[in-house]
């Protein structure tokens, strides 16, 4: 069964890059097709997709502006997050998951809090 755990810093401030991995066990990341994105959910909000990295290329979230950089980690099964010029709002709990369009499996989700 696949696993999938989201890592990183649970406090970044205003205007810095939030970066985070998602490291994935019980499957391969790249065997195609593939499909893995990140979600999030900010406090008392639904869930918000953000991009995800697949076999045929990799997407966004046209919401965040540019903001997002999805990409392959540096350890075989891993894939990461960056989220730059971060506000207040992008406090969320963020989630990596199996799947473009709709997800299978997901991480158990990290907090992170965007605060000076």
């Known amino acids: 069964q696949v696993q999938l755990q989201e890592s990183g810093p649970g406090l970044v401030k205003p205007s810095q890059t939030l970066s985070l991995a998602c490291t994935v066990s019980g499957g391969s990341l790249t065997t195609n097709p593939y499909y893995w994105s990140w979600i999030r959910q900010p406090p008392g909000k639904g869930l918000e997709w953000m991009g995800a990295?697949?076999?045929?290329?990799?997407y966004y979230n046209p919401s965040l502006n540019g903001r997002t950089s999805i990409s392959r980690g540096t350890s075989e099964n891993q894939f990461t997050l960056q989220l730059t010029s971060v506000t207040p709002e992008d406090t969320a709990v963020y989630y990596c998951?199996?799947?473009?369009?709709?997800?299978?499996?997901w991480g158990q989700g990290t907090q992170v809090t965007v605060s000076s």
């Open positions: 990295i697949t076999s045929g290329g990799t």
């Open positions: 998951a199996k799947g473009g369009t709709w997800w299978d499996y």
